[in-house]
Structures are given as C-alpha cells and as structure tokens.
C-alpha cells in the first residue's frame, strides 16, 4: 500500500476543510504498520479514504492510493466492492453495530467469501470454521449457530476479525479494533492481530492513539496531529531517538520502566480542530522549540538514519 500526498476535504459550506493534509505512507508486503495519533487527527478519515467509504460531504481531494499494483481512487464503485472484504480488509471499533443481530455468526463470517463469489458450500463451511479456531473462538461449530446477543463484547470483536479475515487479505486496517474493550480482553485480541500478522503474513495497518500498544505490536509507526504525519519510522528507530517535540511529549506522557519514580509529562494546550488549524506546523503553538518560519511552512521530510523521517523545521535547520 502507497499513500501518496493525500489530503481529505470535509464540506463546510462553500469550502474544504482538510481533515488529512497532505500525509504519505507505505505498508510493505507482511508489515504491521501503526497509525498514533490523538482524537480528531484524521486516523479514521485516513483509513475510509483507502477504503473507499468516505461519508458524504467529505472526500479525497488530492493525493494518490496504490494497492498491490491498483489506483485505488481511479476505481468504480463496483470495482472496489471486488477488493473490499477479499484483498483489502476492515475491523472497527464498535463490534456491537457491526453485526447483524437476526443472522447467526456462521452466516456473517460466511458472508464475505459469498460475495466474492465462492459458491461450495462444504468448503465454505470448513473455512469459516477454519477461521473461526485461528480466532481462538472456543466450539466453532456450536458458536457459528449462535446470534450476536449470545456473545461477549470481546467474542464478538473475534466475530469481526474473523469476518474482517476470511477471505485471507493481503491488508488488514484495524481501526481503535480494541479500544471499546476490557483490558484483558483487549490483550486477547492484540494477541490475534499480532498473530494473524505473523503467521498469516497479512500486512495490517493498525490504528491506535496507544502508544505503548503501537511499540508492542508494531513494526514501523506514523505520528500524526491534526491531519499531519509529524514523524514517522520503525518503531526502534523513534523510540531510540523521537526528534519531533511531540512524539516526546507522547513518550513522555506514558509511564515506562526506565523513567520510573519521575513524574509524567503532559504536553500544554491541545489539539486544534479543523477550522482553527493554524498556518505552517500545526503543533507550533504548542511546541517550546518553535519558530517563526514553522508558522509560515510545513517542513519538508527529513531522513534521518534508519528508516526513520521527521518533519521539523529546527532538525532540518541543523543539517
Ligand atoms: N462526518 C464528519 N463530518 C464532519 N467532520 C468530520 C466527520 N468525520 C470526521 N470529521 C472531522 O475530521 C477530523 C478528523 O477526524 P477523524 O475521525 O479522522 O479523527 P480520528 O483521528 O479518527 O479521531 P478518533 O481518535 O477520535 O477516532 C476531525 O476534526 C473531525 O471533527
Ligand atoms: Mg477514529
């Protein structure tokens, strides 16, 4: 997946507004790839507009995203219900309103492989059960004649991996998957993502404003804030050296062994929304290292060792 200079317009009146500004990203073939961010950054506009399922009155205004040799935006809306649900995946937050409450599981897990057009029905019941047990879900075939209300909130968001799987993605975008969880139940969970990227080699793109979540599960991660990647790279390379004053505030801000017995870090002032967004670097009103270029311009990347970029005008300064 190739994200390239995507930007998100959100109708206000006559204007766009950007929920996404200009940001670029790839997820290689296997990788897990984190999206951090705070609420109201662009995450889950991020994530509609590779899907395709961006509401009304918002949309795609510039930018271009590849998949596995496709231009997703150049596609009809017949041609990206070929792909969504069998190459190119989604599980979302609320696993409660995701499930149809007068089918059984079986049915819905089923759903995804009917559609792309699997027609054995013995097969299809072997790979739903398949499935079902790579999900950890106890008695599949018991379980898959039941309905949604019979199950657990975390039951139910397995559910809604393995409809989100079933049809074996090539990329698999989880968006807050976890966070409407109990905590125990939320490891369970990351425990499957995390092993359904290992051992199935799906390429997911995990969205989470966790951090330490991100750092577990993640190989590589993208800082965003207020419609803007700030930092990106592997996880070892931002967690070794963060450059941009806000993911530091962020490392700063979740308690860590090392730093044990001295007191959190919480970053002044807050996120702004969209119609306030200031000019140049959106966090240069918050940033103690600002200057005054960086509230006339966005910087440009800079690439530093590794696979590590970070986009801040006082680090290029000193190139
Ligand atoms: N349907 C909508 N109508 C108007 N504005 C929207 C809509 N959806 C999102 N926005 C705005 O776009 C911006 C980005 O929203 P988005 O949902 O992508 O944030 P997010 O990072 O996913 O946040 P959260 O962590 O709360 O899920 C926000 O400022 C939000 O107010
Ligand atoms: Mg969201």
Redesign the pocket.
Known sequence: MQVQHLSVG?RQGRRYLL??DDIGFQVQAGEMVGIL????????????SILGLL?P??QVTRGTIRFDGLDLRGLSEREFCGIRGQALSMVF?EPMSSLNPVLTIGRQIAEPLRLHGRKNKGLIEAQVLDMMSELGLPEPVKLAAAYPHQLSGGMRQRVLLALAMVCKPKLLIA??ATTALDLSTQAQILHRLKRINQDLGTSILF?S?DLGVISRLCDRLLV?YA?KVLEEGTVEAVFADPRHEYTKGLMGSIPQQERKGKPLISIPGKVP??EEKPQGCPFAPRCSRAMAQCRVRFPNPLSLSGDHQVYCMRETEYV
Do not use: F, N
């Not at 961010?37 to 509609?48: I, Q």
């Open positions: 959100i929920g996404v961010g705070e609420s109201g950054c662009g995450k889950t506009l991020t994530a509609l509401p009155g918002i937050q968006d807050e969205i404003h965003m419609g929304s969209i």
